[in-house]
């Protein structure tokens, strides 16, 4: 064990970009095993002594034009605990959301964490994801002809999820909800319905109508309709599984009504047709 040497003792040593996120790893001249002390931002104590390669790392990817980028607050922690824990080995993982002032502009970012080891020394990886409002891309979703509102959103590094009601209509009563989501997943479009359906059984609400309707290389469209359940309400899903680089998307169609079967096949269409990035 040993106690971190304020900024000097971080380097550098791998960086890489892809699409969405930025990868950063700080290596920590210590021993595998790491001790931070407290500091003002109330994070991880891991991540309280980064602030200034946080701040770098921000501005190089989404704040360009900014030179005073300030740290304000973590938000939360993923899991429960980080917050208290003080020592940190190769393979802990956790996720924070901090709350920054870029220039004036205050934004809300997720970012990943992982110590790993290299070459007997323990590294520090740093992912930061988009700021929450960036990722709505649009509040608004156009689907069968239309007009969607955000109901409610939840993002992190690794994962989006973002669910739309009918304008007018809201998140605690609804009676057409489309869900988009996305995450990491090592399992296929098949195995992950295979294993939710599992779940569901486990759990008391079985499906009462369950139909594959599109079983493409790893993309799948499906109906799948419950009305045996006590939770959640009886509801009727039209859902489309795609999983593509490492990565896993839903969207989902849900209605209180059972639809009928041209609506059942235009839903169907318009999901098979609908441009996962």
Not at 190 to 204: D, P
Not at 234 to 243: H, K, L, Q, Y
Request: aromatic share 10%.
């Amino acid at each position: 064990m040993c106690y971190h040497r304020r900024m000097k003792t971080l380097i550098a040593i791998i960086t890489s970009q892809s699409k969405v996120l930025r990868y950063a790893v700080f290596a920590v001249l210590c021993s595998p095993s790491l001790v931070w002390p407290q500091s003002p931002l109330a994070g991880s104590h891991a991540t309280r002594e980064i602030i200034f390669a946080a701040q770098a790392d921000f501005k190089s990817k989404f704040y360009k034009s900014c030179n005073r980028i300030q740290i304000l607050e973590a938000l939360d922690l993923r899991p429960v605990g980080m917050r208290e824990k003080k020592t940190f080995n190769a393979g802990d993982k956790w996720e924070e959301k901090w709350r920054i002032n870029a220039c004036g502009e205050i934004a809300v970012h997720w970012l990943a964490f992982e110590m790993i080891a290299i070459k007997g020394q323990t590294a520090l990886s740093m992912r930061i994801g988009p700021a929450e409002n960036a990722k709505d891309n649009t509040k608004q979703l156009s689907f069968d002809g239309l007009n969607w509102e955000v109901g409610s959103s939840d993002y992190g590094p690794n994962h989006a999820f973002v669910e739309y009601v009918i304008k007018g209509e809201s998140i605690e009563a609804w009676t057409r909800l489309f869900t988009l989501a996305e995450g990491k997943s090592t399992l296929s479009a098949a195995e992950l319905i295979a294993s939710h359906k599992k779940k569901f059984a486990a759990e008391g609400c079985p499906a009462s109508d369950f139909r594959i309707i599109h079983d493409g290389e790893g993309d799948v469209i499906y109906f799948w309709g419950y009305s045996q359940c006590t939770v959640p309400k009886e509801e009727f899903n039209i859902g489309r599984v795609v999983s593509k680089d490492s990565k896993i998307y839903f969207l989902t169609h849900a209605a209180r009504k059972q639809p009928a079967a041209s609506e059942l096949k235009r839903i169907s269409t318009a999901l098979k047709n609908f441009k996962i990035r």
